[in-house]
């Protein structure tokens, strides 16, 4: 099952989040992920997709780009891109509890992220946008439950 993919873009409108980790997941439903695995991918999809929303583009909507593939070994790839404002750095925006957006947010997104997929990458430009690029094996579990 190696090869398929799809690519979304949808403005940065809050009401579009969930419409994003439903298309994940649904997408990732063929690799016959748990219920666990599924939680973990939408959970990191609605982090990425929040991120676009609130810190790339803060007093506007952008774009917000979605791709996901399937690559070998029932491995899921997700990348979530923006072409808003950029991430001073990264390396500071990834500490647990640091935000740039106000005082209702938890600065966390990055830390559920981690804690759920096998790995994230964060590239960012100032001025250009950010990409995470988020990556899950999916269990090769026994089937005849």
């Known amino acids: 099952m190696n090869n398929n993919k799809f690519t979304l873009r949808i403005p940065s409108r809050s009401s579009n ?3 994003a980790r439903v298309t ?3 997408f990732a439903a063929q690799l016959d992920p748990t219920l666990e695995e599924i939680s973990d ?3 990191s999809v609605s982090e990425a997709v ?3 929303n609130v810190h ?3 007093k506007s909507i952008g774009m917000v780009y979605i791709s996901c593939e399937i690559l070998k070994d029932n491995v899921i790839k997700i990348k979530v891109r923006d ?3 950029g991430i001073a750095d990264i390396e500071q925006a990834r500490q647990p509890l640091f935000t740039t957006g106000g ?3 938890a600065g966390l997104g990055f830390a559920v992220m981690e804690s759920m997929m096998d790995s994230v990458r964060v ?3 100032q001025g250009k946008g950010t990409i995470i690029t988020m990556k899950k094996k999916i269990s090769q579990k026994d089937n005849a439950r």
């Open 17 to 19: 989040e969930s419409f």
């Open 24 to 26: 994940v997941a649904a």
């Open 41 to 43: 991918i939408k959970t």
């Open 50 to 52: 929040t991120n676009c």
């Open 56 to 58: 790339a583009y803060p």
């Open 83 to 85: 072409k808003g404002c």
């Open 103 to 105: 005082e209702e947010r």
């Open 123 to 125: 590239s960012s430009k």
